[in-house]
């Protein structure tokens, strides 16, 4: 044993005069191999200056609908956008944005960036009928199927006045295109859309000199997926430290929830045909003494209280006899002598459905009108509007920029392929059903955004949460998004909820539209607000 020591010990010696002697005759590595050696290791490409080019402005121009006048511009802008990490190809954005002139005009004022939905749609809706400075409002009770009854004058729910707006057509929507000839393809993906607008709206920051204003996002519809996702995004941090909120329009988060045999679909929907039961009886409304916000809060407690464990006793297969649960169900909505109770609760809705459209073809996006009704015809409705709303647009961009529109190449909506081939998994490791839940996801974004916060010497707050949803929607139900956002660990008291008395696009309706432009500014200016 000592003999192999000490012969280890030598060995040792000898192969560390060695490689001393081999150092002293090598030189040392020079600073410029280090750093070829770095740029090899790196996986980032240099990418052009951020630029807006602008397609069109305005002269300065003055709100009066707002409660004092306020001057503003209006732009056009063609943005390029390019990915360091070729996730996807370079793309041009086409935008609308209204920046505030005049003494209220600086640097740090608020940024709003609004999304429609779709996926594939173009965000004319929310431009043209809800936040712009002209708004088309929709008198649903006189349109028909062949004729719209609209009116169009300046809005007072133009949001100006707490912030810049950029109303942005995502790719393929509007004039908005990949370069260079590359496939459309690579962004019907949750994820790749995500990122594609999360660098849009850094490229504008930068371009515009805005990198340190707060930043809102506002997303309708699947839009709502879209601004959750940029939110979330790992590669968005330049974006998420500026974001001070979320405002979901008819919003939809908890994707795996619409799987046939996940029992918050039901759970989720519920409220929202409660509500279509308020509009057709008469007796329930006397019972609640017309009190619909009361009426609603009851209908969220029966879908926790009632629904939610007859539907866990259905999935477990412990349900034998007709339950007592959708026996009170059934009588909140006055249909006790109508509806044969079965001992399975899935049959609830279908029941709730059969009995409460009273042989008409109710819309999903307002179940208050039937499929055969104006704007709210699945398909040829919406196409319709949306070619009126594409004609209006074109009139205003000629009217204040002196800008021809090319409405052969401008896209209201994508066709319906684009749409039904799109990938909705964020995180693969988190998928289930039909997609992922993306409250979860920004649950665990908001710690992550918190916690840089704090490293940054800043208040460790994430961004704040609004919720806006219609009544009689059931494309998006209003408590489905709300139990998702509870379930995945938000307060109810850290959310702003609103329900409207309308459906999946409430700010269609004049009044409804001005509420709700009244509450997001209540939102943003950390103002109380009440329900309408």
């Not at 204003?213 to 979330?232: E, F, K, Q, T």
């Not at 007796?283 to 809060?297: I, K, M, P």
């Not at 969220?300 to 009632?306: D, G, M, N, P, V």
Request: aromatic content about 10%; overall charge negative.
């Amino acid at each position: 044993m000592v003999r192999f020591l000490a012969l280890f010990l030598l060995c040792s010696c000898l192969l560390d005069v060695g490689t001393q002697a081999q150092s002293a005759d090598r030189p040392p590595p020079r600073a410029e191999t280090i750093a070829e050696i770095a740029s090899k290791l790196s996986t980032k490409k240099p990418i052009p200056e951020a630029s807006n080019e602008r397609l069109a402005a305005s002269d300065l121009l003055t709100t009066t609908a707002l409660e004092g006048s306020m001057h503003y511009r209006a732009f056009m802008n063609r943005t390029p956008v390019y990915d360091r990490h070729d996730v996807m190809p370079p793309f041009e954005v086409v935008s609308f944005s209204y920046e505030a002139d005049g003494p209220d005009q600086n640097r740090a004022r608020p940024v709003f960036f609004l999304f429609n939905g779709g996926p594939g749609s173009s965000t004319i809706w929310l431009h043209m009928t809800a936040f712009g400075p002209e708004k088309v409002s929709v008198d649903l009770e006189a349109s028909t199927e062949s004729q719209y009854h609209l009116s169009q004058k300046a809005n007072p729910g133009f949001l100006i006045d707490i912030g810049d707006l950029v109303f942005v057509d995502p790719v393929q929507t509007g004039l908005t295109r990949p370069m260079d000839d590359a496939p459309s393809k690579k962004f019907q993906d949750i994820r790749v859309d995500a990122r594609s607008m999360c660098r849009f709206a850094e490229t504008w920051l930068a371009a515009n000199d805005r990198n340190d204003a707060p930043v809102y996002l506002v997303g309708s519809s699947y839009g709502s997926l879209r601004i959750a996702g940029m939110a979330s995004h790992n590669s968005c941090w330049d974006l998420r430290k500026q974001l001070q909120g979320l405002v979901f329009l008819s919003g939809f988060l908890d994707l795996r929830a619409r799987a046939p045999r996940s029992p918050f679909r039901v759970m989720g929907s519920f409220p929202s045909w409660a509500s279509l039961a308020w509009t057709k009886d008469d007796q329930l409304r006397s019972e609640w003494n017309a009190d619909w916000v009361a009426f609603l809060e009851a209908a969220r407690s029966i879908a926790l209280e009632e629904i939610g464990p007859a539907l866990m006793e259905d999935l477990a297969n412990l349900a034998e006899k007709p339950h007592t649960r959708e026996a009170n169900v059934m009588a909140f909505l006055g249909l006790s002598d109508i509806v044969n109770i079965g001992p399975s609760m899935q049959v609830t809705e279908l029941e709730i459905v059969k009995h409460l459209r009273d042989g008409t073809r109710l819309c999903p996006y307002d179940t208050r009108f039937s499929c055969e009704r104006g704007a709210y015809l699945p398909s040829q409705g919406l196409n319709a509007l949306g070619a009126t709303l594409e004609a209006k647009l074109a009139a205003y961009l000629a009217r204040q920029m002196d800008y021809t529109l090319d409405v052969d190449s401008y896209i209201v909506a994508a066709d319906r392929m684009f749409r039904v081939n799109w990938n909705f998994s964020f995180m693969k490791s988190m998928d289930g059903g039909t997609g992922t839940n993306m409250a979860e996801v920004l649950k665990t974004s908001f710690r992550g955004i918190a916690r840089m916060r704090t490293r940054n010497g800043q208040t460790p707050t994430a961004p704040r949460i609004m919720v806006a949803s219609g009544a009689y929607d059931i494309i998006t139900p209003f408590f489905a998004m709300e139990l998702a956002l509870v379930r995945a660990g938000f307060r109810k008291d850290d959310l702003t909820i609103h329900t409207y008395d309308g459906g999946h696009m409430m700010y269609l309706d004049e009044e409804t539209g001005r509420q709700l432009a009244a509450d997001i500014r209540s939102f943003v200016l950390g103002e109380e607000a009440s329900d309408l």
